[in-house]
């Protein structure tokens, strides 16, 4: 599994997690060796040494016993004996109390055996210890210690063999569970050893894994980030994973791409504004040109203006004039045939007036024709203002 394809938060967690877990596997194997080492302490703390105590005080109750039984065939003192007799119930008493605790502890087979055939030697033992207390007090001190001599001194011996063995059976086993605590000890101290090295070693091997999966793209994004701060959007961005840092790098190359396209938009938007200044420019030559054209025939208009306005005049004058002349004839023609001959001087007069004034209106129509053509030129301002 790639580290780079977890979150940063999973992969710190499953790293310590893995931590964890070896601690807590190093700790529980620790417990488990200590109970181990425990549980043989107990056995010799609850089981074999108060098994060897116990029958330690079972030979030292039957040696008192057998020790008190001997005093009674030596004195013969009725004082002496009796209190000798009592000690010898009492021990009986403390012997069958570490008897029934020393039973509650057999734990092995053959542990059992002998202690069940110390019994039978036991009862046979105290059988004849009974008698020889008999005899003894009853003044048959021979016949006692015949008995004494004879068989009871047998079961003695084999009563006291029997417990020796039971001593060296817990004995054994108690050495035994001291070894193997020992044994738990040694083992279970290598092992912690190991796992702590072990433990060590993957926590070096963690931190390293884990310090270069997060510093490694940190440190590429953070030289991507320079590059693009210098102004070279040219470098390549190679993308990894699917952590932060990978989702910062595919930010840093959406940002590169953006970049491009911005600038690159900008310049087109240069070279627009270069073609648009380089025609504004040349339409405002042509405007202004056409704008100097526009002033010499709004000039040239002016002039014709005038000369209409003069020529208008005139033809006014002439006008009036010939309003006059018509008048006249009038007042010559009622004047009656006496006159004819003035009125044909006037006639002619007037023809040659009219004469005059055909020239005249040939001039005005001349004048008028130029102030066509000045409303030509007017009209073609007019079309190229709107033009403009």
Known sequence: MNLRSLNIAPRAALGFGLLALLVVTLG???????????????????NWLPSVINVGEM??????????TLRLLVTRDAATQQQSVSRIESLKDGLAKAQGTY????????ERVLFDRYLDLQKQYLTLQAQVMSL?????????????NGEMNQLADTLTSTLNELIALNNQHAHRATDKSQAVYFSARIWVIGLLIGA???????????????VRPL???????????TGDLTPQISIQGRDEPA????????????????IGRISDSSNQLASASEELSAVTEDATRGLQQQTQEIEQA?????????????VASNAVATSEASRESDRIARRGAAQVQQTVVSIEELAAGVSTNVEEVGQLAEQVHGISKVLDVIGSIAEQTNLL
């Not at 529980?28 to 609850?46: G, I, K, N, T």
């Not at 002016?302 to 005139?314: I, L, P, R, W, Y």
């Open 28 to 46: 529980l194997f620790a417990l488990a060796q200590m109970s181990s080492m425990r549980e043989q302490s107990e056995q010799v703390e609850s």
């Open 59 to 68: 030979s030292q109750d039957m040696l008192r016993i057998r020790a008190l």
């Open 302 to 314: 002016a002039t014709a203006v005038n000369q209409m306005t003069a020529a208008v005049e005139e």
């Open 200 to 214: 060590l070693a993957l926590t070096v091997v963690l931190a390293l894994v884990l310090t270069r999966s997060i």
């Open 136 to 148: 003894a007090t009853g003044s048959q001190v021979e016949a006692a210690v015949g008995l004494v």
């Open 103 to 110: 039973n509650a502890l057999i734990v092995l087979p053959e």
């Open 247 to 262: 989702r910062l790098l595919v930010a840093l190359k959406q940002m590169q791409q953006s970049l491009r396209e911005t």
């Open 219 to 229: 440190a590429q994004s953070l030289q991507v980030a320079e590059v693009v701060a």
